[in-house]
Nanobody, 118 residues
């Protein structure tokens, strides 16, 4: 049974910072491309950032330079450091673990709420 458990969501003022964490159970972590996605009310879920097994990263243009994704393979955990937060960053943030090739899989966490407001 694979579980992805996010934490760290909170209410923060514009310009503030937060760090999200996602802990993965099971044996998939070392084989997975890990990622953060977000979904704002009334909008589709969108990519925020991904990190491959060898540490290569990819960011949405809207967060590049402000957010940093990282992974700790010893702890089966990924992080999303979010700086200079804006109201438009308000969303539920979801952790994702996926593998494209056999045996392929795509797992999601339950989400954590990030609200940026004064």
């Amino acid at each position: 049974q694979v579980q992805l458990v996010e934490s760290g969501g909170d209410l923060v003022q514009p310009g503030g910072s937060l760090r999200l964490s996602c802990a993965a159970s099971g044996s998939i972590f070392s084989s997975s491309v890990m990622g953060w996605y977000r979904q704002a009310p009334g909008k589709q879920r969108e990519l925020v950032a991904t990190i491959t097994t060898d540490g290569s990263t990819n960011y949405a243009s809207s967060v590049k330079g402000r957010f940093t994704i990282s992974r700790d393979n010893a702890k089966n955990t990924i992080y999303l450091q979010m700086n200079a937060l804006k109201p438009e960053d308000t969303a539920v943030y979801y952790c994702n673990a996926r593998k494209m090739f056999f045996p392929a899989y795509n797992y999601w966490g339950q989400g954590t709420q990030v609200t940026v407001s004064s």
